[in-house]
């Protein structure tokens, strides 16, 4: 009877853990790593924010810089964006682990392209919306990696980094 009671005391214990998102309400996480885009190798830092147990709303800043060779000539460009997200996590509608952290959702931003004066495309800067998708391991309570993948925006196709609880 004693193993019993404490079988079930564990697997209670358990299941309460594991139903947790890894970002709680009121909580903050610091993310940082680098993409994949067509246009360089954009490097991004970010802040998400626990609103409900489920869902993050979040701000990047990202910056990148490539060379275009056009007939003979070499221009160099840069972009910064600055944006916005939110993210819905899948954590407790699947019953996922609390060290894995799946999740969706949607951004918004503002980029500015900076490019020579003599260059003779075009590249305008501008307002952003696209979606995400992406996942996080966590190999402690406060430190993991990020896997994310996007479009409809000049952002990033994808991102790979760090992510760390405050």
């Not at 800043?61 to 221009?75: A, C, E, G, Q, T």
């Not at 019953?95 to 931003?109: C, E, K, Q, S, V």
Request: glycine share 16%.
């Amino acid at each position: 009877m004693k193993k019993q009671v404490l079988t079930f005391g564990f697997l209670f214990i358990a299941s309460i853990i594991f139903a947790q998102c890894p970002i709680q309400r009121g909580q903050a996480q610091f993310n940082a790593g680098v993409g994949l885009s067509s246009w360089g190798i954009p490097v991004y830092l970010g802040l998400d924010y626990g609103v409900h147990k489920d869902i993050t709303v979040g701000g990047e800043l990202s910056f990148r810089s490539y060379k275009d060779n056009i007939k003979k000539n070499k221009y160099k460009h840069s972009i910064i964006g600055i944006s916005g997200n939110g993210n819905y996590h899948f954590n407790t509608l699947l019953n996922i682990p609390t060290n894995w952290d799946f999740y969706a959702g949607l951004n918004i931003g503002f980029y500015n392209w900076s490019s020579p004066d003599n260059y003779p495309g075009s590249h305008a800067s501008g307002l952003g919306l696209g979606s995400q998708i992406g996942g996080r391991f966590y190999f402690s309570e406060k430190f993991g990696i990020n896997l994310e993948f996007g479009g409809g925006n000049t952002f990033s196709e994808g991102k790979f980094g760090i992510s760390i609880k405050l």
